[in-house]
């Protein structure tokens, strides 16, 4: 299993560009989630999805927008993107249990907006 | 609400001296307690967790936590410390209902072990 697997990397966008990170799961986990780590801030849920055509908002999902078509694929879009959303974006699922909720995260996407 | 609180974002410690990275955390329900580690430029990946049953629970890599209720702790605690565990450590509590429970994490210690 290749776990979480997320990209780009890393990404340099100027403000008011757009771009979608693209994260991937082969747990066949429903739960699916995307945060932004932030220096001293630890970490803040943007959204999460609880199963495939089910999203739902967290703390901070303010300029972004996520899809949910299948049970592996949770994409998170940027549209306008601005200097606040330089950060580190992470993916993470975990499975149906909900007395589990342990979870896998992928490696990560630094993103710089300049 | 929940919430978490870690004291102290930098900690220093020598080579197989005992590591303590302290966490406190506030719930109006029982909770599902969690560490995880970050090592550089990496996701991060579960230490330990605590759900129900035994309060000292064991992890991977020699690291242990003991819930307290009492003191509502959850502080993180290895014996000796090694140059590999250096690396970043989130405390996070779980609650909630239903089918999804929302995850609320710390700022994160950063682990400095000195040779």
């Known amino acids: 299993n290749a776990g979480v697997t997320q990209t780009p990397k890393f990404r340099i966008l100027k403000i008011g560009q757009s771009m979608t990170l693209q994260c991937t799961q082969d747990?066949?986990?429903?739960?699916m989630y995307w945060y932004r780590q932030d220096p001293g801030m630890g970490l803040k849920l943007i959204y999460y999805?609880?199963?495939?055509?089910?999203?739902d908002k967290g703390e901070v999902p303010n300029g972004y927008n996520v899809s949910r078509s299948t049970t592996e694929d949770f994409p998170l879009r940027l549209e306008l993107a601005a200097p606040s959303q330089t950060s580190v974006y992470f993916c993470?699922?975990?499975?149906?249990?909900?007395?589990?909720?342990?979870?896998?995260f992928g490696p990560g996407t630094r993103l710089t907006v300049l | 609400a929940q919430s978490v609180t870690q004291l102290g974002s930098h900690v220093s410690v020598s080579e197989g001296a005992l590591v303590l990275l302290r966490c406190n955390y506030s719930?109006?329900?029982?909770?599902?307690l969690f560490w995880y580690v970050q090592y550089p430029n990496q996701g991060l990946q579960l230490l330990l967790k605590?759900?129900?049953?035994?309060?000292l629970v064991k992890g991977i890599n020699g690291f242990e936590a003991e819930f307290k209720k009492s003191e509502t702790s959850f502080h993180l605690t290895k014996p000796s410390a090694h140059m590999s565990d250096a690396a970043e450590y989130f405390c996070?509590?779980?609650?909630?209902?239903?089918?999804?429970?929302?995850?609320?994490f710390g700022i994160g210690t950063k682990l400095q072990v000195i040779p």
């Open positions: 993470a699922s975990s499975p149906l249990q909900v007395w589990d909720n342990e979870q896998f």
């Open positions: 747990m066949n986990h429903n739960y």
């Open positions: 999805s609880v199963g495939a055509g089910i999203t």
């Open positions: 719930s109006s329900v029982p909770p599902y």
């Open positions: 605590y759900t129900t049953g035994a309060t």
């Open positions: 996070a509590v779980s609650e909630g209902s239903g089918g999804y429970q929302k995850v609320t």
